[in-house]
């Protein structure tokens, strides 16, 4: 196994000691020869100087996810001002209550999407590190650990802020009623408050990011597709490996005891279980044939079953985010096993 990656003993003793804080390598194969093995410090990774500069800039939008899923947890609506408002018509006072009420919350929903647009762009920043021709993906996922987990941390922020976003029914209702409102105060020629603050042409694009279930998600495999085309000089491949290589790491850390024990906190598990399939959905849009083929690079059936292996009801998240919000997996050349483990028990 060590002879297949060309590293001597001293070689990889050295590695492992400038690398103690960051890496830990495994010294024996897993079943599939290929598979790589190695730990990913989500936990405590630091840029070294060769990262630094990619990793500040996306340090500054990462700072802001925090924020923005608080927020969206918080989001109540303007549901109850909106019904009365419907219910009677004529009664200035409630129709100004309600556009009251609803004007502040799409100053909320216009700065969800202007983060989304923001994280696409700090995912370039990263694709553009990680799958580099500097090294194969493997190399550049141990090498660049800092960078592999911001990486990660986008897709947790994507996820999380999905499956907040599909339990809240309240924000497309309040978007569409401020367009409707809008659009009745223009034909009246009422001047209304907060128009500068979306346009037409801007509530078009609002409009259609929320329309989708998983409009974060969308947003990044958009952006992985519009990566992949605009950097028609590097492989497909250096992408699609990037990312069936994340998948795998995430798996084998988490089915491997050694490597779970590291992990001080449980949220961590979490966190790594979210990034898997994260990257899994992101390789099923970008790769040509998907995640689920026969040739795809990722183990589907031994991803499935690390999440099936988790404590009940704490990853139905995840699986029906491979259930519905995948590309591939409907698709007649997936095998049969892959569809029955992801069917609703």
């Known amino acids: 196994c060590l002879g297949a990656v060309g590293t001597s003993g001293a070689q990889l003793s050295a590695y492992r000691y400038l690398n103690m804080g960051n890496l830990l390598k495994v010294l024996t ?26 990793w500040d800039q996306v340090d500054v939008v990462l700072k802001d996810a925090k924020g923005i899923l608080d927020e969206l947890q918080a989001y109540k609506g303007a549901g109850q001002e909106i019904r009365e408002a419907i219910q009677n018509p004529s009664d200035e006072a409630l129709q100004e209550q309600a556009w009251a009420a609803v004007v502040p919350l799409v100053g909320k929903l216009k700065k969800f999407y202007e983060f989304s647009q923001r994280l696409e762009s700090a995912l ?3 694709l553009g590190a990680l799958t580099s021709v500097t090294y194969d993906p493997t190399q550049h996922l141990e090498r660049e650990q800092a ?6 941390e986008i897709l947790h922020f994507t996820l999380r802020f999905d499956e907040l976003k599909m339990t809240n029914p309240a ?12 659009s009745r105060m223009r034909i009246n020629n009422v001047p209304a408050e907060g128009e500068n603050e979306v346009n037409n042409e801007l509530a078009n694009r609002i409009s259609l990011f929320y329309a989708d279930a998983t409009p974060m998600l969308k947003t990044l495999s958009d952006g992985t597709t519009k990566f992949v085309s605009e950097n028609k000089n590097l492989p497909i491949e250096n992408t699609t490996d990037c990312l069936s290589t994340m998948a795998t ?3 084998v850390m988490l089915e491997t005891p050694e490597y779970r024990s590291r992990f001080s906190s449980e ?20 790769h040509p044939v998907g995640a689920f083929a026969k040739s795809s690079k990722i183990d589907m059936k031994g991803c499935i079953k690390v999440l099936k292996d988790q404590p009940p009801n704490s990853v139905d998240g995840l699986l029906n985010a491979l259930r519905y919000t995948t590309k591939h997996l409907n698709d007649e050349s997936t095998n ?10």
């Open 29 to 54: 194969c897993t079943d599939l020869e290929q598979e790589p093995n190695f730990f990913l410090d989500f936990e405590n990774a630091q840029p070294t100087d060769a990262e630094r500069e990619v």
């Open 336 to 345: 049969k096993t892959i569809k029955t483990m992801l069917q609703k028990d």
């Open 171 to 182: 924000i497309q209702n309040d978007f569409s009623y401020y367009r409707r409102t809008l």
């Open 249 to 251: 790491v995430c798996k």
């Open 147 to 152: 960078l592999a987990k911001q990486f990660a």
């Open 124 to 126: 370039h920043s990263l």
């Open 267 to 286: 949220e961590t598990v979490s966190f790594c279980l979210r990034v898997m399939v994260g990257v899994i959905i992101l390789y099923d849009y970008v």
